[in-house]
């Protein structure tokens, strides 16, 4: 029987004799630092260069959640659900509930850095016989959560773009109707996937430059709204205080609550961080950083820009009335005219990024997809998996059919929020329930607080998908229905099924890539 002694260049070993018989074979394989050594621990040989650094990897997650397009995207989240109050206010009350999910998301990527990420965490802290079933569970949430993402971002941009046309030719050319918008939605998912097909590098200094462009946009528009709007600007009594129930539901409490779908579709995504974990220089210690820090400056940066938001608005159902797309467009063409307002516009739509493909490339790893043998491929020249990015914009493509219905992005915004912290949840209620005395941890890590905070981060995930599976209106007509919940349920009708025919037949959890020889198992190169 073979055993392995991973060895590390730079001194670091690490061992793992299970025969205890002295002639036993030992198999070294040379790991090229630290971060593949412990790879190398958790079952995988590392397939990427590992070319992000920290800054580089908290651009990459803080791209994802994109402040000024979530905050500029789901501005009638807020607006209709408690006017002032439910845009400030239903903003900062999910944060610190947001902040748990991430710290002890954090503390699980720390103690197991791979590109796998959340469904390896529940396989590994669930009971032996439900690991499978837990990893498959979480890893298929996750997918769902990602893929109808990447698809609301880039509807929001399509709306973005017909906007920013109709503003430009004072109204001349509209772009009305779902024909015009979709077609700018696969316009712009071929954009995201040819630059999420790159080389890790290149999108490595493009999410830095995206970050820094995010940073810069959103403190502009906070400065451009309070100094554009002069004399204009409502009191901060009116402000901070004043409500008004836009949703149709009688009860303006529930209506209040509804807000909250604003931030938590706009603080989604951070799992990136550790997807990309297998991509990142010291990524234990780098890729929980990235987590915290990302939703951190998010959090902030988005209620500031709210709060700025709140003092420019003179009418809540004058913004709610407008003829353009969202909302925000039509309060900076009141605030800082038309070209201010385009000006705004252009770094809004051009500061996002999405990401999907390394999820779906890991799960595929582990032949948990319909063509999976595609799917896992890695593109020779650019080191990257290309095929699983086209998946993902694909799939996005066919959600974003949804577009011809009249909640299209409310629904897609609500399945990727449902499909995602169903997938974080899932590994923090395992950690905090089965798998107290099974994780390892690494550089950062909770300590005694971690059960209190994953309890608090389960009990608000309930609650959440629970809030979005209802529509916005307590008189909703079959055209207005909040389809979120027909988006999972189908994806897991799917799932489900396959894994009761077939899937649990077969189906063990994350597959270890490394043979005896310390050769990738079952993962191809493509020219």
Known sequence: MSTFAYESTDTSQVHSDTSGKKNDAIVEVKIANVDDARLAELGYKGQFKREFSMFETIAFAFSIMAVIGGVSSTLSFGLASGGHVGMVWGWFIPCTFVMCIAASMAELTSSMPTSVGLYYFSAKLAPVRYSALASWVTGWANITGQVTLVCSIDYTIAQMITTAVAVSTDGVVLLLGA????????????????????????????????????VGATVAAIIALLVCSGDRKVSTRTAFTSFENNTGWRNVGWAFLLAFAAPMWSLTGYDSAAHISEEVAAAARVAPIAILVSVTAVEILGWLHLIAVSFATVSVPALLGTDLALPMSQLYLDVLGKRGMLAMWSFTIVAQGVDASRVVFAFARDNALPGSRWWKE????????????WLVISLSALCGLLGFSATAFSSLAGASVIGLYTSYAAPIFLRITTGRHKLVPGPFTLGRWSTLIGAIAVAWVTFIVVLLCFPPSQTTTAAEMNNALAIVLAVFVFAGGWWVVSARKWFVGPLPNIDNHGHLNGTKQMQ
């Open 378 to 389: 890695i593109n020779r020249r650019t080191q990257t998996p290309v095929n699983a990015v």
């Open 179 to 214: 024909e015009p918008t979709y077609g700018i939605l696969l316009a712009s998912l071929a954009v995201h996937g040819a630059i999420c097909s790159a080389a890790t590098k290149v999108q490595a200094r493009l999410n830095l430059f995206y970050g820094f462009l995010m």
